[in-house]
T-cell receptor, first 116, second 119 residues
Framework: KAGVTQTPRYLIKTRGQQVTLSCSPISGHRSVSWYQQTPGQGLQFLFEYFSETQRNKGNFPGRFSGRQFSNSRSEMNVSTLELGDSALYLC???????????????FGPGTRLTVL | AQSVTQLDSQVPVFEEAPVELRCNYSSSVSVYLFWYVQYPNQGLQLLLKYLSGSTLVESINGFEAEFNKSQTSFHLRKPSVHISDTAEYFCAVSPHHSQQNTGFQKLVFGTGTRLLVSP
């Protein structure tokens, strides 16, 4: 079974631009979460989607948004890019949510965004 | 809320020596515990997890971790490391399913420990 895929793998943008990152979960997985990884802040939770609905959001400004499609694929968008948005953006998928047991999250390789 | 502390930012060790990577957590509710490994320029790979049952959990590549509720710890150990174990290791927690809102799967990570194995 194919793992979580993220596109593109690398991206270079300039301040003020916007960017869209894509994540395809493992087949059959319905929950997708996004994390930002930076040397200074480490791994931080951005948001989680399940059944096309955002279930929870981390402490990030409104410039960070996302969505999930009916096939569980997800995109995240960052508008008005700032230098501090340079990071590795990781997507994770899990089988289901809202059940009586936790689900292990499986991560993709990430998209490395550089903002100049 | 949960928090995870990995006190050692870097652990140098010689090949075939034992290693322990420390992880302590804080939480007002029950949690699940995870160790993830990140090789250079890659995403996170699940190494092992504790959900319930036996407090000692093992991975397929020789790592093990023991959940100690009284000490709120989940230290990772390996009796004999290889050069290929060089990577960054992250400890993470998520709230027990009984404490989760529907669909809430947030992982809280520690700051990571870089394991450097040299010949």
């Amino acid at each position: 079974k194919a793992g979580v895929t993220q596109t593109p793998r690398y991206l270079i943008k300039t301040r003020g631009q916007q960017v869209t990152l894509s994540c395809s979960p493992i087949s059959g997985h319905r929950s997708v979460s996004w994390y930002q990884q930076t040397p200074g802040q480490g791994l931080q939770f951005l948001f989680e989607y399940f059944s096309e609905t955002q279930r929870n959001k981390g402490n990030f400004p409104g410039r960070f948004s996302g969505r999930q499609f009916s096939n569980s694929r997800s995109e995240m968008n960052v508008s008005t890019l700032e230098l501090g948005d340079s990071a590795l953006y990781l997507c994770a998928s899990s089988l289901k949510a809202g059940t009586r047991s936790t689900d292990t999250q499986y991560f993709g390789p990430g998209t490395r965004l550089t903002v100049l | 809320a949960q928090s995870v502390t990995q006190l050692d930012s870097q652990v140098p060790v010689f090949e075939e020596a034992p290693v322990e990577l420390r992880c302590n957590y804080s939480s007002s509710v029950s949690v699940y515990l995870f160790w993830y490994v990140q090789y250079p320029n890659q995403g996170l790979q699940l190494l092992l997890k504790y959900l319930s049952g036996s407090t000692l959990v093992e991975s397929i590549n020789g790592f093990e971790a023991e959940f100690n509720k009284s000490q709120t710890s989940f230290h990772l150990r390996k009796p004999s490391v290889h050069i290929s174990d060089t990577a960054e290791y992250f400890c993470a927690v998520s709230p027990h399913h009984s404490q989760q809102n529907t669909g809430f799967q947030k992982l809280v990570f520690g700051t990571g420990t870089r394991l450097l194995v040299s010949p």
